[in-house]
């Protein structure tokens, strides 16, 4: 898993950065906030920020890039001011969790550890395609900040599609899926639903095959 750490005390990350290591992760050290938000749109499982950096740009200020970029990334807080106000602030930005300097290595690879636990839990419920980002459990769909709202009939056949990429199923085949094998009706209820479904969400390449069905590329 790759980390990306932002701290200034140049002895206190060579030293951080060694137990992370020693720990099997991929890590990552920038020295300001300037260097480090340039990176904010890389894949990263984790970034550690310290949130009182010199220069310009602190803490505060790369989580809101980070979040602006990909709202699931996990992100830790260290500061060397253990005030409430950090803590509540750190996260309504979005912060997994805020450890208080001084703070010993072994804390902190303990807290990256649950924090990389509980992601990687909720990663599972989430798929994304294209620009859109799609959290299975809780039903919302992201495109960057916007929501995308969907009927219920229009979410399962949107997963079903999701989860068997490239696969062409006939009109019949999906009706059994979204709408249940004791439907009965016009197949043409399924080509309603693409059409609002290209609608909301036009980005999916949804295929059509004359004659047959859809597919999803």
Partial sequence: MKIYYVED?????????KYLIKEGFDVVVFESGEEAITHVGDEVDLWILDIMLTGDINGYDLIEAIKKKNPTT???FTSARDHDLDKIRGLELGSDDYLAKP?????LILRVKAILKR???????????????INIEKRIIKEGDESIELTNKEFELMLFFLENLNQAFSR????????GPDYFGSDRVVDDLLRRLRQKMPKLKIETIYGYGYRLL
């Fill in 9 to 17: 005390e140049l002895d206190l990350s060579q030293i951080i950065k």
């Fill in 103 to 107: 703070y010993s290595p072994r804390e």
């Fill in 74 to 76: 996990a992100v830790m």
């Fill in 119 to 133: 992601a990687n839990r909720q990663s599972t419920n989430i798929l994304k395609y294209d620009d859109y980002e």
């Fill in 172 to 179: 019949e085949q999906i009706l059994s899926h979204v709408w």
